[in-house]
């Protein structure tokens, strides 16, 4: 079994994502553009900045959101759930991966947090 680590783009002390035994685990996403600063505004600007992040992330692994097998989801505020499914529901609309969600305080202050779990079907 081989492990490839990809390291985090802003220098913290954890891997962005890891693929591993025909699997890529992918750390959870906050809301930042391109420049690593966090995004701001209502729950669905914060989503769409998750879930494009997530997508460039499984773009360059030659994957997409149809190999996305599980999803957490942490919401600061279990009120914003509807806004962020229907955000949420146009990038995974083909095919449902498993998911939870929980309410959570977190890091910097944003309402949303997305970890992925991704079928490499090059590796398995």
Known sequence: MSIERFESPLGLPFSRMVRA???????????MDEQGQVVRGEIRTQTHAVMSRIGESLAELGLSYADVVKATVWLSDLQLFAD????????????LPARSTV????????????EIIAVDRKEA
């Not at 962020?84 to 095919?95: D, H, L, P, Q, T």
């Not at 309410?103 to 997305?114: C, N, S």
Request: net charge negative.
């Open 21 to 31: 035994n025909g699997f890529v685990f992918f750390s959870g996403q906050i809301p």
């Open 84 to 95: 962020f499914n229907e955000v949420y529901a146009s990038y995974v609309k083909g095919g």
């Open 103 to 114: 309410e959570a305080k977190l890091a910097l202050g944003v309402d949303l947090e997305v």
